[in-house]
């Protein structure tokens, strides 16, 4: 893989192909939009040619900033700042990731 993104075989829209550690290294493509609600965080292990992307799941809580005042750290609710910052969708033909997260969001509320 590249450092950019490729293009979706089926639909052309822009994707990075992946390979899920959590899954014994399925194959996926992530939409290269971050957005509020996705699921996944993704880096190249090596940063050389030639290499895959890895992905995993997003974690359920991120720990502050390191140059959080303490006072402010002690109140940090991690959790919170997990699921209010952009993570990445898997990619369905047609779709932005913020349409993939809506359409999910409205089925949960249905």
Known sequence: MTT???RCNDCGQDVFEVYLLDHGRLKIDLDPEPVVGGDYTYWN?????GQHWLAT????KV?????MPK???K????????NERPWFVQHVCGLTA???VQERRHRKGA
């Open 98 to 100: 913020a349409q993939i």
């Open 75 to 82: 109140q940090w609710d991690g959790k919170h700042a997990a």
């Open 63 to 67: 720990s502050p900033p390191l140059n």
């Open 57 to 60: 799941y997003r974690p359920a």
């Open 71 to 73: 006072q402010d750290a």
């Open 45 to 49: 292990p090596t940063y050389g040619n």
């Open 4 to 6: 950019g993104p490729e």
